[in-house]
């Protein structure tokens, strides 16, 4: 007959199983056989236990941390370098391509109606539209800045890109940690501002016939990098009866693009040099984008498309109306100030007093409120 001690608690780092045996004229104590469960119960403490639960926190929601919004601007800023550059040159039909970056909606962006909430989509809007602007512009920015390193050494002034105004339209729910891609493109441009437009999209609801900047990010050169001629062949003598099938559900499913999308967000911008107004004409051409004066007499560009170029601009000029510059001046007009009466002043609830106050006062503890 024999029993089984444990020494050591879950706060002690140390403890021994031991196995107190009765048989013979004296009890014997021996070291029980080690298992998973001796091993781990004496590190079992609070600290490992809270420690273990802050790393999921920060792992499940990295998004949000410190800084890592900063960071995520620096991973899009980094497309403005040589080495980071896509090997195929700009050329006018890329103008009003998109550039699609994914991302998914954490916990600490859900809001009381466990879905995305609608601030969170600005942050987001402000990666896309860097992705977008760094990787058209690459040329152009290194040629205002003097060159593409952190601190150039030129003596040009300080450029970058100002944000002036920004509209989000919302049309449907993210849900906790679903994932979904950003579809960022120029959508116009006029003697000061360039206007983007970011299509927040269900994750792979719809797939480009191909990546012009990126030719190996390609559904057919996927393949053709999967797959040898040969077997390309038998599949496609097998899969001919299925062909016409999957057309036909992706033709329905692609029929509506509109129906993957959660909400558009549209961007009017600036490039600064200093103070002074770069155009988004003149950065288009620095960046091989446009023709300049001489190139565009040539035929080195090809003169429909530079006309249909000017066609989609001047339609897109007619959905930028939305942030244009007399619809803003209205809006501000409507700002009464000192010659109107208010109804009262609120604090936000936020710092220290204000979070201790709204406790006590949702727990009754606290009668009079702070305004």
């Known amino acids: 007959?024999?029993?089984?001690?444990?020494?050591?608690?879950?706060?002690?780092?140390?403890?021994?199983?031991?196995?107190?045996s009765s048989e013979g004229p004296l009890a014997e104590i021996q070291p029980s056989k080690p298992s998973i469960a001796n091993a781990i119960y004496p590190h079992l403490t609070w600290s490992t236990l809270w420690f273990t639960l802050l790393c999921f926190f920060v792992v499940l929601n990295i998004k949000n941390m410190p800084f890592m919004w900063h960071l995520r601007l620096v991973n899009a800023f980094r497309f403005?370098?040589?080495?980071?550059?896509p090997a195929v040159p700009l050329k006018p039909?890329?103008?009003?391509?998109?550039?699609?970056?994914?991302s998914t909606a954490q916990l600490m962006e859900i809001d009381f109606n466990m879905h995305k909430s609608n601030s969170s989509y600005f942050s987001d809007v402000d990666i896309a539209r860097t992705h977008l602007v760094c990787t058209l512009f690459a040329k152009g920015i290194e040629q205002m800045r003097g060159g593409t390193a952190a601190y150039t050494g030129s003596k040009k002034p300080v450029f970058g890109l100002a944000l002036g105004a920004v509209s989000c339209n919302f049309k449907r729910e993210l849900r906790p940690y679903e994932e979904y891609e950003m579809w960022s493109k120029i959508l116009t441009w006029d003697e000061k501002w360039i206007y983007i437009v970011t299509h927040f999209v269900r994750k792979d609801a719809a797939k480009p016939k191909n990546y012009s900047l990126y030719p190996e990010q390609s559904p057919s050169q996927s393949r053709r990098n999967s797959t040898t001629a040969s077997d390309e062949d038998l599949l496609r003598r097998s899969s001919v009866d299925s062909v016409?099938?999957?057309?036909?559900?992706?033709?329905?499913?692609?029929?509506?693009?509109e129906k993957h999308i959660f909400a558009t967000a549209l961007s009017k911008c600036v490039f600064k040099s200093g103070r002074k107004t770069?155009?988004?004409?003149?950065?288009?051409?620095?960046?091989?984008l446009l023709p300049t004066g001489n190139a565009a007499e040539s035929n080195e560009f090809d003169k429909a498309a530079l006309q249909e170029i000017e066609a989609q601009r001047q339609r897109g000029l007619e959905t930028a109306q939305l942030l244009a510059g007399q619809t803003q001046q209205n809006l501000e007009a409507e700002f009464a100030g000192a010659d109107c009466e208010a109804l009262g002043r609120h604090t936000d609830g936020a710092g220290i007093v204000g979070v201790v106050n709204t406790l006590m006062q949702l727990a009754r503890l606290k009668k009079t409120q702070i305004l």
Do not use: C, W
Request: proline fraction near 5%.
């Open 278 to 288: 770069v155009s988004p004409e003149l950065m288009l051409q620095m960046s091989g």
């Open 244 to 257: 016409s099938s999957d057309n036909s559900s992706n033709a329905s499913n692609e029929a509506k693009p």
């Open 1 to 20: 007959m024999s029993t089984t001690y444990i020494l050591g608690s879950i706060n002690q780092s140390r403890g021994s199983t031991y196995d107190f």
């Open 80 to 85: 403005i370098l040589r080495t980071q550059r």
């Open 93 to 102: 039909v890329h103008i009003f391509q998109p550039i699609i970056t994914s």
